[in-house]
């Protein structure tokens, strides 16, 4: 069993920015993929960024150039760093790891809100 637990979300204005973070109660260098995902109401979760155990990383295409994953194998942490935000930005904001077995944890999510 991994826990996820969120941080970071809130309310800014657009062309603002936001650091999330996510703390893993097992060693993250021990996970084979981390992601942050985000779920707007009224529509289907989406994969916003990936960073696998080897350090490769991906993202959704509306959000290259502003919005950056990485992660602290000390800390245990993923973050995504959100910049230049938008008014679509806004959703829920939910942290995902994989295990090397392919289990699947979610966090609890934490809400994002930009303003215009």
């Known amino acids: 069993q991994v826990r996820l637990v969120e941080s970071g979300g809130g309310l800014v204005q657009t062309g603002g920015s936001l650091r999330l973070s996510c703390r893993s109660s097992?060693?993250?260098?021990?996970?084979?993929?981390m992601a942050w995902y985000r779920q707007a109401p009224g529509k289907e979760r989406e994969m916003v960024a990936t960073?696998?155990?080897?350090?490769?990383?991906n993202y959704l295409n509306s959000v290259k150039g502003r919005f950056t994953i990485s992660r602290d194998n000390t800390a245990n942490s993923v973050y995504l760093q959100m910049n230049a935000l938008k008014a679509e930005d806004t959703a829920a904001y939910y942290c995902?790891?994989?295990?090397?077995?392919?289990?699947?944890?979610w966090g609890q999510g934490t809400q994002v809100t930009v303003s215009s």
């Open positions: 995902r790891v994989q295990t090397l077995d392919y289990s699947v944890y």
């Open positions: 097992t060693r993250i260098s021990s996970l084979r993929t």
């Open positions: 960073v696998t155990v080897s350090g490769s990383t």
